[in-house]
Nanobody, 125 residues
Framework: QVQLVESGGGSVQAGGSLRLSCAASGGIFISNVMGWFRQAPGKERDFVSA????????YYADSVQGRFTISRDNAKNTVYLQMNSMKPEDTAVYYC??????????????????WGQGTQVTVSS
C-alpha cells in the first residue's frame, strides 16, 4: 500500500558528498517519524538519522554527527539525507524507513513499519 521510493545513491570518493531522497506514496501515510538506516556487508542494520515530521526534531548516530544532515518536506512526503565529508566507512546499503513511534525508539529498526528498497552508497578511499 504505502511505498517509500529512494533515490540519490551512487559512488563517491572520500571527502565527497551525496544527497539521498525518500518519497512516500501509494496510500494513507500514517507516520510521525522518518529516518535512515544502513547495512554494510556482513554487518547488521544500523541507525543513521531520523526526523520527526511534526516538529522536525533530528537524531543522528555518533558516526555521522556533524557530517550528515536530515531534513523533510512534509508537503511532498519526502525526507532527505545530505551526506558530506564522506568516508569509506559510510559504504553500505542505505534504507529509508517510516513509522508511528515514540521519539525514544527512533534508533530501533524494529519500530518502523514502512521501508524503502535500499540504495547502494559506495565511498572509495
Amino acid at each position: 500500500q504505502v511505498q517509500l521510493v529512494e533515490s540519490g545513491g551512487g559512488s563517491v570518493q572520500a571527502g565527497g558528498s551525496l544527497r539521498l531522497s525518500c518519497a512516500a506514496s501509494g496510500g494513507i501515510f500514517i507516520s510521525n517519524v522518518m529516518g535512515w538506516f544502513r547495512q554494510a556487508p556482513g554487518k547488521e542494520r544500523d541507525f543513521v538519522s531520523a526526523i520527526t515530521l511534526s516538529g522536525g526534531r533530528t537524531y543522528y548516530a555518533d558516526s555521522v554527527q556533524g557530517r550528515f544532515t536530515i531534513s523533510r518536506d512534509n508537503a511532498k512526503n519526502t525526507v532527505y539525507l545530505q551526506m558530506n565529508s564522506m568516508k569509506p566507512e559510510d559504504t553500505a546499503v542505505y534504507y529509508c524507513a517510516a513509522g508511528y513511534l515514540s521519539d525514544s525508539v527512533v534508533y530501533s529498526d524494529r519500530k518502523y513499519a514502512y521501508w524503502g528498497q535500499g540504495t547502494q552508497v559506495t565511498v572509495s578511499s
